[in-house]
């Protein structure tokens, strides 16, 4: 997987706020969903209801956690961005109408998992690139993409595992983008382990401040 959607979004301002505004969010996705038909071929029909339900959803989840984003806010911008995966998953407001005709050539690992799952690769392409443009804008780092975002064997785990447990969509993303998946509570930001240890660094520093 590359960062496609990344080269479109870093250089708009406050992004991460902008994508907090539906009208901004849809138009985003549409973007996304143009990119992978110029570059893979693959056409979408997005259904609006859906995903102005998707964001919606996301929005009510993504503020009743909002607090954690000041303990460790690089780690909960991709808890956040699985929240609008497994959202986006959950409603499916994408339909492969057509494979466009020349569209460009891809490696044929990741041509194998489009043709596999279409419609997955576009929600967690959309995601993986908002976080690679946020990260960029806010942190000046760049994020890093694992290997096993390339595997097939991967993706046929990723789309068994959501089919049963759409919140398993948290912990793929995870595992996408090197960090410490969490299998047991993917749903809760108190539960991941970056925000679990900074919570322990900061009790620390209190104590140690205090004697």
């Known amino acids: 997987?590359?960062?496609?959607?990344?080269?479109?979004?870093?250089?708009?301002?406050?992004?991460?706020?902008?994508?907090?505004?539906?009208?901004?969010?849809?138009?985003?996705?549409?973007?996304?969903?143009?990119?992978?038909?110029?570059?893979?071929?693959?056409?979408?029909?997005?259904?609006?209801?859906?995903?102005?339900?998707?964001?919606?959803?996301?929005?009510?989840?993504?503020?009743?956690?909002?607090?954690?984003?000041?303990?460790?806010r690089k780690d909960f911008i991709i808890f956040a961005a699985g929240l609008v995966l497994k959202e986006l998953i959950t409603e499916a407001p994408a339909s492969v109408s057509a494979k466009a005709q020349g569209g460009a050539a891809a490696k044929t690992e990741m041509q194998d998992i489009i043709a596999f799952w279409p419609e997955g690769f576009l929600y967690t392409n959309f995601c993986v690139g908002a976080i690679a443009a946020i990260h960029e804008q806010e942190f000046g780092t760049a994020a890093r993409i694992d290997d096993c975002a390339d595997d097939l064997r991967t993706w046929w785990s990723y789309r068994e595992n959501v089919e049963e447990m759409p919140g398993y969509a948290i912990a793929f993303l995870d595992k996408f983008l090197g960090a410490e998946p969490n299998w047991v509570m993917p749903n809760l930001a108190s539960a991941r382990g970056a925000i679990r240890r900074a919570m322990v660094a900061s009790r620390n520093d209190r104590h140690a401040i205090s004697e």
């Open 1 to 72: 997987m590359d960062f496609l959607f990344r080269d479109e979004l870093v250089h708009t301002p406050d992004l991460r706020h902008r994508l907090r505004r539906l009208r901004w969010f849809r138009m985003a996705f549409r973007k996304n969903a143009a990119l992978i038909a110029d570059h893979y071929g693959y056409q979408f029909s997005i259904d609006e209801t859906k995903l102005t339900r998707a964001f919606l959803n996301w929005i009510e989840t993504v503020e009743q956690q909002k607090s954690f984003a000041r303990i460790d």
